[in-house]
């Protein structure tokens, strides 16, 4: 008896595994619903029912992805028979209406690439009452950055709904100094503040602040992340959502817009699971971090410098040569270079001023900066190219840096020192002709009465080389009169060439105004502007009136430009609009006009 229960259950032991891995590999997507509004929200699940590696899910293409991937795993034994199955799931918000399609996703199963099949879903109107999909939250687990525990069983039943205080919840903007001095950098960071018992699946930007009167700097934020922090002596978990760093173009109160959120929740019901675990709902709040006055003080004039450019920070200068001995007709480099930390984009490089004997090209312009919650820190560099064309010594004035120094309330002036450039050899600049010894015998001679000249030497003009020439020469210009009749024909059939060409000097003309008011911000702004769209009027055949951003993106796609220039394009346009109400320096129009070079000769 005891053999037979032995070899019964080695049969089916070895039924039961050769019985599993002889099962195929089943991998497919499955979606919530196959109709929604465009309000609603989308569950996608990609499972499996073996274990696989290196998932690459679809682009979502049409959707914004509210949450995920979360991750489930389930693996056991019923009646003697093993079942696995592995899941990735997507929570979806519909961006468009009409007919969308989730793609193709592929993951590696014992070694072969597996596929899903696409699916299609049809996106309508809003509804009034969304029926948002959420996979299943527990906001006490730490599996997921916000609170995700695929086995946790949401409460879907409407009738005991928890209330929501804003003390559970709620957005702050965090500012690093509500009373600076004008163009003094401030940070802002704003975070979503939750009890430990609520959990949070996923937020957008319901309307972001304009942020009038200052220059913004975003620092991105990779991923957010959930932290416990601590808010009016009270223990939170918090999230940041938003990084920036501002600097203030005004004095006097500025009001700061605030930054509203849409939140997507999930929230502990009084019912438990078979675990006795608290079930969740499902909900979205609406959040805003309320409006912010920041008080901006005007620099003092008490100690002004008089060639002031509008610093402020904390910096250091260095002007220096590449060698200080040369000789003529090789190159050098003169740098002046701006370290340390404060507006870096807000103010004027100082300018070298060098001899007139030196052939200076105009200078290049390096920024290697980067932003901190501090503000802007690193080093800006003018680089001067110089080509001596004398021997000799030539001295560079010191120049001066002036800014402002918020910490200590002071004005700052650094010099650079004189620089001298000494070029060993070459001509002098001041070479004249030498003058030539005269005796008194030779300075006074009599004029000869009766000259013996003599008549120059005539040729005959029959068979000399001009003779053949006057005869060629119509032969010659004979087919050059054809080519020229031809290519004359084509070039006046050519009617799109022909308002290219005039477009091409159209805005050549309005850039070369540009040109001449550098320096001169809304006079540059305002050429450089109507060049740019009297150029794209002739090129695309449009009037002033259809020049939309939107517009002008399509009309430029549909002639197979490629997107870069188009994006460009529509950069300098909204830098010239930016123009009327930013400061811009003489670096930034310098850098605007040779981008718009660079474009109109791609377009």
């Known amino acids: 008896m005891k053999y037979i229960q032995y070899f019964l259950f080695v049969f089916l032991s070895l039924t039961t595994f050769f019985g599993f891995a002889q099962s195929e590999v089943e991998f497919k997507a499955e979606v919530s619903r196959k109709t929604l509004g465009q309000n609603e929200r989308l569950r996608v699940e990609f499972s499996m029912n073996k274990d696989g590696d290196n998932f690459s899910p679809p682009n979502f293409d049409g959707f914004q992805v509210i949450m995920g991937p979360s991750q489930s795993v389930s693996n056991s034994w019923i009646n003697g028979k093993r079942s696995f199955s592995k899941s990735y799931i997507y929570i979806l918000q519909p961006q468009r209406k009409g007919k969308l399609t989730i793609g193709v996703a592929s993951v590696e199963i014992e070694g072969k690439q597996h596929y899903t099949k696409s699916i299609s879903v049809e996106v309508g109107d809003p509804v009034k009452n969304p029926q948002n999909q ?61 009890s430990d018992n609520l959990g949070i699946s996923g937020f957008e930007e319901v309307s972001s602040p304009k942020y009038l009167n ?27 959502v938003k990084r920036v760093v501002l600097y203030p173009q005004k004095s006097g109160q500025l009001a700061l817009e605030p930054l509203s959120l849409s939140v997507g929740l999930q929230v502990p019901t009084n019912r438990v699971d078979i675990f006795g675990r608290r079930q969740l709902v499902s909900m979205t709040k609406n959040l805003s971090a309320g409006n912010q006055i920041i008080n901006v003080k005007e620099l003092p004039e008490e100690g002004k410098p008089a060639n002031f450019s509008g610093a402020v920070g904390s910096f250091t200068m260095e002007a220096n040569l590449s060698k200080k001995e040369l000789k003529a007709d090789e190159t050098l480099g003169a740098k002046i270079i701006i370290s340390g930390k404060g507006n870096f984009k807000l103010f004027e490089m100082p300018k070298l001023n060098f001899p007139s004997a030196l052939e200076v090209y105009d200078p290049e312009h390096k920024e290697e900066v980067t932003t901190s919650l501090s503000g802007l820190q690193g080093k800006v560099t003018d680089i001067y190219t110089i080509v ?58 009599f004029l000869k009465l009766k000259p013996d000249l003599l008549p120059m030497e005539q040729k005959a003009f029959f068979g000399s080389v001009a003779f053949y020439l006057y005869w060629l020469l119509p032969l010659l210009l004979i087919p050059l009169g054809i080519f020229y009749w031809n290519w004359r024909e084509v070039r006046q059939n050519d009617a799109q060439g022909n308002r290219i060409r005039r477009a091409n000097r159209l805005a050549k003309k309005y850039l070369s105004s540009a040109k001449k008011n550098l320096g001169q911000k809304d006079a ?13 009027k002739a090129k695309l055949h449009i009037e002033t009136s259809e020049l939309s951003k939107e517009r002008i993106r399509e009309l430029l796609s549909e002639k197979t430009i490629h997107t870069e220039p188009i994006e460009d394009f529509l950069r300098l346009l909204a830098n010239c609009e930016m123009a009327r109400y930013s400061p811009y320096t003489q670096t930034d129009m310098q850098n605007d006009y040779q981008k718009a070079t660079q474009v109109i000769s791609i377009l």
């Open 134 to 194: 959420s996979a299943n939250t527990n906001p006490r687990s730490s599996g997921f950055p916000f609170g995700f525990d695929p086995f946790f069983e949401e409460d879907t039943s409407t009738d005991q709904i928890p209330e929501v205080t804003k003390d559970q919840i709620f957005v702050s903007a965090e500012i690093s100094k509500t009373n600076p001095y004008w163009n003094e950098p401030i940070s802002i960071v704003y975070k979503i503040y939750l």
């Open 214 to 240: 200052f220059v913004k700097e975003d620092i991105p934020i990779k991923r957010p992340e959930i932290e416990n922090c601590t808010y009016n002596g009270k223990n939170y978990r918090c999230i940041v």
């Open 524 to 536: 540059f702004y305002e050429s450089l502007e109507r060049g740019l769209h009297n150029y794209l």
């Open 388 to 445: 001596p064309q004398y021997k000799g010594k030539y001295p560079i004035p010191s120049v001066s840096f002036n800014f402002f120094n918020p910490e200590t309330g002071k004005y700052v002036t650094q010099e650079s020192g004189e620089l001298l450039i000494d070029v060993i050899e070459g001509a002098t600049s001041n070479q004249v002709a030498q003058k030539q010894d005269v005796t008194p015998v030779e300075a006074f001679r």
